[in-house]
């Protein structure tokens, strides 16, 4: 279902940032989602390392409401 796929990506965005640590938009796309899966708390924090990392996308992300 939707969640294993989730999982399976949010598996490749872990091996992505282990090689890149910098990668913002490996961060951004893992935040995407954690947040499909409602783990706020992990969204936030790589929704944050995105900006952090010049991914001004992120931005939005951070000041929305958080509705799931």
Known sequence: GIAE???EAI???KIAIQLNEDHSL??????????KLGMKAKA???FS???DLG???ARP???KRWQF
Do not use: I, T, V, W
């Open 61 to 63: 992300f951070l000041k």
């Open 11 to 13: 598996s490749e965005y």
């Open 44 to 46: 936030r924090f790589h």
């Open 49 to 51: 390392r995105a900006l």
């Open 5 to 7: 796929h989730h999982e």
């Open 26 to 35: 490996s961060h951004f796309n893992l935040g995407s989602a954690y947040m």
């Open 55 to 57: 991914y001004e996308e």
